[in-house]
């Protein structure tokens, strides 16, 4: 069952230029993985220092993959200085019938 992943981001604003080159690095990975279906990136209309990653996956197990990917040695370890507070992941199922 596919899955959606939500990543929410907080950038400090003298930091958002280099949040965008680290994130397009970032994005092309995480497109590229296997079972990763695609990303968009939100940007807050009132607030551009606001992203969320919006992740779609063939499956909590293609996503599991990924984590641990980010977990190892795909660690992202030039976005946590560029962030103003620790990102939060919220993870949903589509739901076959409302």
């Known amino acids: 069952m596919a899955l959606i992943a939500l990543l929410d981001l907080k950038f400090k604003p003298e930091a958002l230029d280099d949040a965008k080159v680290v994130l397009a690095r970032v994005l092309a990975e995480t497109r590229a993985f296997d079972g990763c279906l695609g990303v968009d990136v939100l940007v807050d209309e009132a607030d551009p220092t606001h992203w969320i990653a919006h992740e779609r996956w063939d499956s ?12 190892g040695p795909g660690k992202i370890a030039d976005l946590a200085p560029l962030l103003a507070g620790a990102p939060s992941l919220t993870k949903y199922t589509i739901a076959d019938a409302v």
């Not at 293609?62 to 977990?71: I, L, P, S, T, V």
């Open 60 to 71: 909590a197990e293609a996503d599991a993959k990924y984590r641990d990917f980010r977990a």
